[in-house]
């Protein structure tokens, strides 16, 4: 009593198959009480019901009768069961009926339970009782897997070979020509993920003749919405296409915590499909906090987040109440995650979530242009605010550079169009204050860029009233090399904060030692040191000795003293910085490893050569660690070190 045959393109799964199989042989000339039952749980599409079934046929002898009941509305689940109860000569009327004549049954049989989809439907009410047979259920809700006596199996993507061969058999390439398209077929299984259905649509669009392999994956940038709902005319599964299996799910998202669940959802989908720490979200409700002391309405800072960025948040984050509480948005991750829309990634220092690169693109896709619009606007707001608790960034720079990137994909003539222009523009320089921290200095360039023409303003003449984009810009300028403008630009934010700012104020102190470090890129060396003694001046009178501005100012100090000659006075205050870091931040912290770096150049300055190396080796071991290849900062680590080696052979 099985709906269809084992599809002609099923591939892989053999070690699945045989753990299966072997599940449900062990002990069975023994004598147990324990049913046996083993659920497969997995997201929509990737062959959940094709394993039952080829588990089915590979142990068709192994049972007296194998029963098959999709259990995905109840309509269904009661006329699949009075199927199966009349299979057994039963007249039974009811499922509980049905029931009772399956667990008579003296003769083995098993039982599989398909779609067993719905998170809120206890599916101990379609179990027979009995030990005589065996069940198999198939469900996307994670929780079902408690229903397992044996140990529950979680599907995932096919692996490399077994994902390109499905492709290239439903595409109709000849298995000759197979090592000739391999490369092709490839790139296509790492574009959609991996996902079983979404790749028998792809072979299927390719055998009808829309596209030839190698066109597939520009098709699919350019129309990715179509092709994901293009369905063969055979070999259907049952919800036809990738983002109807995933609406199914989403279907079942109701009443306010799924209304939660969906707005998280909307979120996630405006960044990437990478990992996100969910401890954004809590900087995100404490930095709302101290913006609802500031109106960003009464203040002409461009820069300001204010009441109307906290409005912006989701309701999930909880911002009525005086203390974090978290409890909205554990209940909307717990919902994603037992429809398999999400997984949340958990150890004891780190908690994430992330998504299929497909339920990803589906979750976009699935928004009108307005809602769209106003998921970025939210995400927006919870990575900005959250950039007010500067640790987390610092943490987790690595997994939250592709979410910076992917939010900031879309044009920023069209961004102003998402709300009101005073409005957008903070979230924009929050985000490209994160780039600059991360070194994507290009990225940021670009974006200042467009940010220029779309305000209709340029740096060579600064307006007072963007003082804010041009600090901005002035620090990328250093970075990207152009210190004469970073200079020009720089003195120019100086001077208007030094007639509206206090002496002390954090933010005119960090203008004047972005502006010394531009006074250093440039070779006026003089004029950085006396503005950076100015700063440190002035900050060991109001700012902590283990201050992250201070302890900032001081080493960049230090290598301006370097500079300038003054090796000693570096030595002096490079080594205060680094033991003031090694009781304050972790090893692979930026700033700890950037004061090693500049101690280790002024260490070989000074003549301690072995000294130098022996740190500068130390830093390189924990950049490699924690930084990409192409991270300036360890680019820079790594030719130093390499240099001063060949110099001692």
């Known amino acids: 009593m099985v709906p269809r045959p084992v599809s002609r393109l099923f591939t892989g799964r053999s070690e699945l198959l045989c753990r299966i199989k072997n599940a449900f042989q062990a002990d069975r000339n023994m004598q147990t009480e324990e049913q046996k039952r083993l659920v497969i749980v997995g997201m929509g599409g990737q062959g959940k019901s094709e394993v039952c079934l080829k588990a089915a046929s590979i142990m068709r002898e192994d049972f007296w009768g194998v029963f098959w009941v999709d259990v995905g509305r109840r309509e269904m689940a009661k006329n699949g069961f009075i199927a199966v109860a009349k299979a057994l000569g039963s007249s039974a009327e009811s499922i509980a009926e049905s029931l009772h004549a399956l667990a008579s049954t003296k003769r083995r049989w098993l039982l599989i339970l398909d779609n067993a989809d719905d998170p809120d439907f206890d599916y101990k009410d379609y179990i027979p009782s009995g030990s005589n047979g065996a069940v198999m259920m198939t469900s996307r809700v994670q929780q079902c897997e408690w229903y397992s006596t044996i140990k529950h199996e979680t599907l995932d993507g096919l692996d490399l070979e077994p994902c390109t061969q499905l492709l290239l058999k439903t595409a109709k390439i000849g298995e000759t020509l197979w090592s000739l398209h391999e490369q092709q077929a490839q790139d296509i299984v790492h574009l959609l993920g991996s996902h079983t259905l979404a790749l028998i649509q792809a072979g299927a669009y390719i055998a009808e003749g829309y596209c030839r392999l190698d066109q597939y994956p520009k098709k699919y940038q350019q129309q990715r919405k179509r092709l994901l709902k293009h369905f063969p005319n055979q070999e259907q599964s049952r919800y036809r296409n990738v983002y109807a299996t995933f609406e199914a799910s989403a279907e079942v998202l109701t009443g306010e915590s799924g209304q939660d669940a969906l707005d998280l959802l909307a979120i996630l989908s405006m960044v990437h499909s990478n ?16 913006a609802l002391k500031i109106d960003s309405a009464k203040t002409d800072k461009v820069d300001a987040l204010g009441q109307w960025h906290v409005s912006e948040l989701p309701g999930l984050l909880g911002g009525q109440g005086d203390e974090w509480d978290d409890y909205c948005l554990m209940v909307a991750i717990s919902r994603l995650a037992s429809l398999s829309l999400v997984t949340r990634h958990r ?100 974006l200042l860029e467009d940010i220029y023409q779309t305000l209709q303003i340029t740096p060579l003449e600064p307006s007072r009233a963007h003082l804010p984009i041009w600090n901005l810009a002035g620090s990328n300028q250093v970075n990207m090399g152009h210190s004469r403008r970073a200079v020009a630009l720089l003195e120019h934010v100086v001077k208007v904060q030094e007639t509206t700012l206090a002496e002390t104020h954090p933010n005119r102190l960090a203008s004047q030692h972005t502006l010394a470090s531009a006074y250093r890129a440039n070779g006026q060396t003089k004029e950085a040191v006396a503005l950076l003694e100015h700063v440190v001046k002035v900050q060991e009178t109001t700012l902590a000795e283990t201050h992250p501005n201070r302890l900032a100012s001081q080493h960049t100090l230090a290598s301006a003293y370097r500079a300038n000659g003054q090796t000693k006075e570096a030595v002096a205050l490079l080594e205060h910085v680094v033991k003031v870091h090694k009781t304050t931040l972790a090893e692979t912290h930026p700033h700890r490893l950037a004061s090693q770096h500049e101690l280790a150049i002024v260490y070989k300055a000074e003549g301690q050569e072995q000294r130098a190396i022996e740190l500068l080796e130390q830093v390189v071991t924990v950049k490699i660690r924690v930084y990409r290849a192409d991270h300036p900062s360890r680019r820079v680590s790594e030719r130093v070190l390499a240099r001063w080696r060949q110099f001692r052979k």
């Open 275 to 290: 990992v996100l720490p969910l401890q954004v979200f809590e900087d995100a409700w404490r930095g709302s906090k101290r």
């Open 347 to 446: 150890s004891d220092d780190f908690d994430g979530l992330s998504m299929h690169s497909l339920a990803h693109t589906w979750a976009k896709d699935r928004l009108s242009k307005g809602q769209q619009q106003q998921a970025w606007t939210s995400a927006g707001c919870v990575l900005a605010l959250s950039r007010e608790q500067s640790k987390t960034w610092q943490v987790y720079e690595k997994e939250l550079r592709p979410h910076v990137q992917s939010y900031l994909s879309p044009r920023i003539r069209d961004i102003f169009s998402y709300g009101p222009q005073t409005m957008m523009l903070p979230i924009i320089l929050k985000c490209g204050w994160a780039l600059h921290t991360m070194r994507e200095d290009a990225r940021l360039e670009s």
